[in-house]
């Protein structure tokens, strides 16, 4: 899976073939069909990994006494893996493919659900509890927040100098400014 | 270029082929080659294309007399451009393109570049002005702000029922919150 990630980033999945990938991990074609049938088939692998990593920010924040300070702990690790340069074009590259092939759509569109109704639970949780501003429109703020997720990635392949650090400290001001109330 | 883009954007970069391109705009081989050269040529034009478009949102924000009011005002427009499905699926396309391909890369990172640098000096005329918060990261900001433009198109495609017009208004907020002083 690393080796076929290693790839797919590199030369983009359409021009990754099997044999390619067979080459990169150091294995026969025979090992690798082993365990996988297809390029897709490894792609599915690669949302499970994503997914299980999405179960850690998400155990997190269901622990959080405040979704704020929750969301603001979590933002250095979560700017460092988007920001990293193969996970950049790996994200890329699946999300394009992710546009015409419907078994890739869904596999990264469960991970993708299962993380905004995380988000938008704990930014409920929060305005119950009073550390969210409650006039805030939940849905449309997951919306912004995955949406420069998904943005990050590709700002940072052609990277304008900017710190990973200095983004996670401007992001957790402005999440600050943008969650909590007057 | 429009039947191009339509091409691109429904099944691919490279899985379109200049007789697709042909057959859609319904015009002969030798009539589209008398423009354009390759697919690549046709990618640059529309590089220059969406140049035109932000050479206006620069102006735009140079004539405003507060940076903030100015963003603001563009964002229906931005959210309902960037949020179109066609255009959408085209960035991703062109996205993952332009991480190996240098020519794409460079004509589009020089549309990036400039409307980088106007939204930079905005954000500074803003500061010296006493509209924009003089704590503000402006590098960081900007790098947030392209961020978030870039990942609203593939938001959008996966598409979760959030309105264009309730994103441009939560964006509204959090950009009024986000820039001004306390």
Same mark, same amino acid.
């Given at each position: 899976m690393s080796a076929a990630a290693k790839c797919f980033a590199a030369r983009g999945i359409h021009q990754t073939s099997m044999q390619e990938i067979c080459d990169t991990a150091a294995i026969s074609a025979g090992a690798l #069909?082993? #365990?996988? +049938?297809?390029k897709e088939a490894i792609i599915v692998a690669l949302a499970d990994e994503e997914r299980a990593g999405n179960a850690e920010l998400i155990a997190h924040l269901a622990a959080a006494d405040d979704i704020v300070d929750g969301l603001c702990e979590a933002l250095p690790e979560i700017i460092a893996v988007l920001g990293n340069e193969q996970y950049g074009r790996l994200a890329v590259e699946i999300g394009a493919e992710a546009t015409r092939n419907p078994v890739i759509a869904d596999v990264f569109g469960r991970n993708e659900s299962e993380l905004?109704? *995380?988000?938008? +639970?704990a930014l409920e949780r929060g305005q119950k509890r009073g550390t969210v501003d409650p *006039?805030? !429109?939940? /849905?449309?703020?997951?919306?912004?927040? /995955?949406?420069?997720? !998904?943005?990050?990635?590709?700002?940072?392949?052609? *990277? +304008?100098?900017?710190p990973p650090r200095q983004v996670a400290e401007t992001l957790e001001r402005f999440l600050r400014k943008a969650l909590r109330g007057a």
């Open positions: #069909y082993r #365990y996988f +049938e297809s905004r109704g *995380a988000l938008v +639970e *006039a805030l !429109d939940v /849905q449309a703020t997951v919306f912004l927040i /995955q949406a420069l997720f !998904d943005g990050i990635p590709g700002r940072s392949i052609f *990277a +304008e100098d900017v």
